[in-house]
């Protein structure tokens, strides 16, 4: 089955083909759904190029892992993938990828009135969301599934379980990923980050490094929302948040295993993997080697 996603391209307007290889397994499109679609299914690529959606598009990659390409501004993006990791596009916001390898996705497209009007609060003029990739958020991704699970019951549910599941999908969203909380506060920041903040936040980084370190963690301790966060934590550094504690666990990872005598499964447990398979998977994607081959060779 096609997507009924509607892709345009940016210029011109004219309906974008890229969702040609997106294959549909599940979609809500048969139970009429006004204002949200959602659309589970696999893909051997996606190659689209300068295109837009009309709808906040969230896309969720649910087995693989995997490496590709994004376009941001004039500069092109390496970006790793693994299960859990989440895009957010906001509507009318272009994008241009290169994804070559295979792809097993849930798809949430969901138009800004729909988003807007199950809100529940007053919304300031100004609001502005937040573009990202790789996203790790349990809370959001719990909120895209509890809606592929009603697609899945064929929407048993009734329209009220749909309306309450928008309506913490809304809220959630808006008060987390765009400039809400600060236009309320009525804050302007032009930037909160410098070292004295990479200081406070590679502190936190260093006393909680065995546990699952979240954005919400981080933006806490500077006492700033997370779209701030996100947006000024890539300015100064150049890499996003989720990058940055991965390559403080790397680098403290290659220093342990220089101990012969540290069992990799200790290493892995201290660092905050959930495992020895995902350490390892993770410390060769990053350097090469597998933590075996990079304590033999040193």
């Not at 949200?36 to 690529?45: C, D, H, K, N, Q």
């Not at 540290?262 to 993770?282: N, P, V, Y």
Request: hydrophobic content about 35%; aromatic content about 12%.
């Amino acid at each position: 089955m096609k997507t009924s996603i509607p892709f345009f391209h940016k210029v011109t307007n004219i309906k974008s083909n890229c969702g040609d290889p997106l294959d549909i397994k599940l979609s809500s499109h048969s139970l009429n759904w006004q204002g949200i679609l959602v659309e589970r299914g696999v893909s051997p690529f996606f190659y689209p190029k300068d295109v837009v959606t009309p709808n906040f598009y969230f896309a969720i990659e649910m087995e693989n892992t995997y490496s590709w390409q994004a376009l941001k501004g004039e500069k092109e993006t390496i970006l790793n993938t693994e299960p859990g990791d989440i895009w957010i596009n906001p509507p009318n916001t272009p994008f241009t990828h290169n994804i070559d390898v295979p792809c097993n996705f849930l798809i949430i497209n969901m138009s800004p009135e729909t988003m807007m009007s199950h809100f529940e609060g007053h919304l300031p003029e100004g609001l502005i969301f937040l573009n990202n990739y790789s996203i790790q958020d349990k809370t959001l991704e719990h909120l895209m599934y509890l809606l592929l699970f009603e697609v899945e019951a064929k929407g048993s549910n009734g329209r009220w379980y749909l309306e309450h599941v928008l309506k913490l999908f809304s809220n959630y969203f808006i008060r987390h990923y765009s400039n809400y909380r600060d236009l309320k506060d009525d804050k302007k920041k032009s930037s909160i980050i410098d070292q004295k903040e990479m200081t406070i936040i590679n502190e936190y980084i260093d006393e909680n490094i065995s546990l699952s370190i979240t954005i919400e963690d981080l933006a806490n301790e500077l006492l700033v929302s997370k779209f701030h966060f996100l947006n000024e934590f890539k300015k100064y550094t150049g890499y996003t948040p989720y990058q940055h504690i991965l390559n403080v666990r790397i680098t403290r990872a290659k220093k342990m295993l220089m101990d012969p005598e540290i069992k990799i499964t200790t290493i892995a447990h201290e660092l905050g993997f959930s495992d020895s398979s995902h350490f390892s998977r993770t410390f060769k994607k990053s350097t090469g080697y597998s933590p075996k081959s990079f304590r033999d060779n040193n």
